[in-house]
């Protein structure tokens, strides 16, 4: 494993949010284009991507891969949704924040920063795998995060609006598992296009993350204890616990170590744009991606040597 290829592609997304803070800075773009860039990427760009990610050729072998990768996918995210749930309370964080922390607790950059570290560490064929792992993920941060994001919000505390589970991430995860299972061989022009939409989603996430710290004053930006202890928990306790408990039982270095590296990675970049999309706390969630961000360069390699 080459330490410092982790270490260029952690960095390299890093560098891209701080390109959007500068250009929201410099005025190079406003809040009503980050805003509509927002509506972008959850409503086209993200449901490309998932459906582009899905789009593999079927076989038995890939099924039954699928099968004992999303069994260990579901044990993962069961003991993430456990550390989600009960540690906003240890900390006790305010009520209409519990919610935005248990996302960044829960949902790590599995896609955006998880695919490239993978590949780095594992090469290709570990891509495939990760591609299984993230299948869940579509699936949950559309459903459960949305929930999380909007549970406490504001005067809809303790109210759930069933119809945030129609949305497009939702749609695209259906679609793409029919494409994958029939299985559905997409023209050329379309396929191509639906990958180069898909494609543009990590820089502009990362960019538009950078737009958004940009609204918060810079003494805010590193404000606040809990969200240290949040970053550190999401960049160091989730992966060792997910080594802990699959290591006793799993001995293929890809079924074990690509769960702990994804739980190595930083909070979700869906976080800020759902939260900006559902109308939740878009500055705590913003921040939580910046500081697990800047943090995850030194932490990501650290685990992988440790734990890889």
Same mark, same amino acid.
């Given at each position: ?6 270490? @260029?592609? +952690? ?48 076989? &038995? ?17 069961? *003991? ?50 990760? &591609?299984?792992? =993230?299948?869940?993920? =579509?699936?949950? +941060? ?20 069933? *119809?945030?589970?129609? @949305? ?19 023209? *050329? ?33 590193? &404000? ?83 734990? *890889?």
């Amino acid at each position: 494993m080459e330490y410092f290829g982790v270490f @260029n592609q +952690v960095l390299t997304l890093f560098l891209l949010v701080c390109a959007g803070y500068a250009a929201r800075r410099s005025g190079v773009i406003d809040d009503a284009m980050t805003t509509g860039t927002c509506r972008f990427l959850v409503n086209c760009a993200l449901p490309a991507l998932i459906i582009s990610s899905m789009m593999v050729p079927f076989s &038995a072998d890939l099924l039954s891969a699928c099968g004992g990768m999303l069994v260990i996918t579901g044990i993962f995210y069961g *003991v993430s949704l456990v550390i989600a749930l009960l540690l906003p309370l240890l900390i006790r964080a305010p009520l209409a924040e519990q919610g935005t922390y248990a996302f960044l607790l829960l949902f790590s950059n599995t896609g955006f920063m998880g695919f490239p570290v993978v590949q780095t560490i594992f090469g290709d064929e570990g891509l495939f795998y990760a &591609a299984i792992f =993230n299948l869940p993920f =579509n699936l949950l +941060v559309f459903s459960v995060g949305i929930i999380l994001l909007t549970r406490h919000r504001g005067g809809d505390e303790g109210r759930f609006d069933p *119809v945030i589970l129609l @949305n497009p991430g939702i749609i695209a995860v259906l679609i793409g598992f029919l494409i994958f299972v029939i299985p559905i061989s997409l023209p *050329v022009a379309v396929s191509g296009a639906v990958t180069a939409l898909g494609s543009v989603t990590t820089p502009l996430s990362m960019i538009v993350i950078g737009a958004m710290l940009a609204r918060i004053e810079p003494s805010e930006i590193f &404000a606040g204890w809990r969200v240290y202890v949040v970053s550190g928990a999401r960049l160091l306790l989730l992966p060792l616990v997910v080594w802990a408990v699959l290591s006793p039982f799993i001995h293929d270095p890809y079924l074990l170590g690509i769960p702990v590296v994804m739980a190595a990675m930083p909070a979700a970049a869906n976080a800020a744009i759902l939260a900006e999309e559902y109308r939740a706390d878009t500055q705590l969630a913003s921040q939580g991606v910046f500081i697990s961000t800047l943090f995850c360069t030194l932490t990501i390699p650290f685990v992988a040597v440790l734990l *890889v």
